[in-house]
């Protein structure tokens, strides 16, 4: 049975930063990332994997976390991190861990980011 665990979300006021942690199987076959929904936008999501993350409509939006959200990990396929800095209400959501592979995926159970004032 695999299992993904994130932690690390919370309440963090605009401006502020979190770093969320995800400890995934080690399985060379599969990449690590985070995924959120945005609330109340049905086709706005948020998805970080290493080199990238990005909201769906980032080239024109505002709230892009292209110079504000980054992947790291001292082992990319156990320990996944999600550094999310300046953040703002926009951020808003439960952040997932994923883990996908060719055929399937397996997500965690998710850890709640909120920011507001």
């Known amino acids: 049975h695999l299992q993904l665990v994130e932690s690390g979300g919370g309440l963090v006021q605009p401006g502020g930063s979190l770093r969320l942690s995800c400890a995934a199987p080690g399985l060379d076959d599969y990449s690590v990332g985070w995924s959120g929904q945005v609330p109340g936008k049905e086709r706005e999501k948020i998805s970080c994997h290493i080199r990238h993350c990005g909201r769906t409509y980032d080239a024109d939006n505002a709230d892009s976390v292209k110079d504000r959200f980054a992947v790291s990990s001292v082992d990319a396929r156990n320990t996944v991190f999600l550094q999310m800095n300046a953040m703002k209400p926009g951020d808003t959501t439960v952040y997932y861990c994923?883990?996908?592979?060719?055929?399937?995926?397996?997500w965690g159970q998710g850890t709640q980011v909120t920011v507001s004032s």
């Open positions: 994923m883990m996908r592979g060719l055929s399937d995926a397996y």
